[in-house]
């Protein structure tokens, strides 16, 4: 390793230690669980009684838009997601502590992509104290409208969804089998309250697993059929459970482990290794 390398690792590492940093990323987490738990009331809406909302995170924090104290709250979101993109981006530069093996690079990567989502969460809450109106699934259905015009823009689009579909089938094992746990100081945790974390952490990334695996495989059948408007994301994904008697329960158990994810969130503001 350079010693140029070393010395920007060196910084990076001495600015990741920053109490101030880890205030504000534990904070981010309080902010994180409060959008996945509106996200979770959206669904609800959207399997019993029909909503006009987006049933997404963008959707959840449009939910706040139109109050002083939403919008206060979004101002809080905007600076926790900004300070979790920060600290996921030390993780991703600096990795954790041991051997450089496989598993360990993967982990730097998905600490990048968790740094992009929550950058793009932050910028989404602060176009929605402005005004804007734009959603998360519209875009992603004019995106996939404009790819798909191209030639080979369907193919590419397919294998997006495919993409999506094994994102979320990582999403599912990652949660059934628990890997979460290492990145928690469990050992803080009274028995009860690790059991209770644990079980909220399996059934928040197994719901979310789900609901991300049936939007690839709608974002597949965009590609398939030439129909941009399957094309959008979570929305459509659960929208599209709604339309169906069974799919109606289904989403509601999405629904009640997206509000566990939440909570679990939660447990991470104070339990998270940071």
């Known amino acids: 390793m350079s010693s140029a390398t070393s010395q920007v690792k060196h910084t990076a590492s ?9 205030f504000v990323a534990r904070a981010g987490f309080v902010g994180y669980g409060i959008i996945h738990l509106l996200f979770a ?6 399997a019993f009684r029909g909503s006009g909302h987006e049933s997404d995170q963008s959707g959840a924090l449009q939910s706040l838009a139109g109050n002083g104290f939403g919008e206060v709250l979004l101002v809080l979101i905007a600076i926790g997601m900004v300070g979790l993109a920060i600290w996921q981006a030390f993780e991703a530069i600096i990795g954790e502590s041991g051997p450089r093996t496989k598993t ?11 740094a992009i989502l929550y950058l793009w969460l932050a910028w989404y809450a602060v176009n929605v104290l402005r005004g804007a109106k734009a ?3 519209d875009s992603q259905q004019s995106k996939s409208a404009g790819i798909m015009a191209h030639q080979g823009g369907r193919w590419l689009v397919g294998f997006i969804g495919l993409v999506v579909i094994g994102v979320g ?9 628990k890997k979460f746990v290492k990145h928690l100081n469990t050992q803080q945790m009274a028995a009860s309250v690790r059991k209770s974390t644990i079980r909220l952490g399996m ?71 940071v």
């Open 14 to 22: 001495r600015a990741a230690d920053s109490k101030p940093l880890e």
């Open 169 to 177: 089938i990582g999403i599912f094992v990652y949660g059934a089998r």
């Open 41 to 46: 009331w959206i669904a609800f809406q959207v």
């Open 135 to 137: 959603s998360m699934a």
């Open 203 to 273: 059934a928040g990334y197994t719901a979310k697993g789900v609901a991300y695996a049936i939007a690839g495989v709608l974002v597949v059948a965009a590609a398939v059929t030439s129909e941009p408007d399957k094309a959008r994301g979570l929305d459509a994904a659960l929208k599209t459970l709604a339309g169906h008697p069974w799919g109606v329960w289904l989403l509601a158990l999405i629904g009640l482990g997206i509000a566990a994810f939440g909570i679990y969130c939660f447990a991470q503001a104070r339990y998270r290794k």
């Open 104 to 114: 360990a690079i993967a982990e730097r990567v998905i600490s990048g992509v968790r």
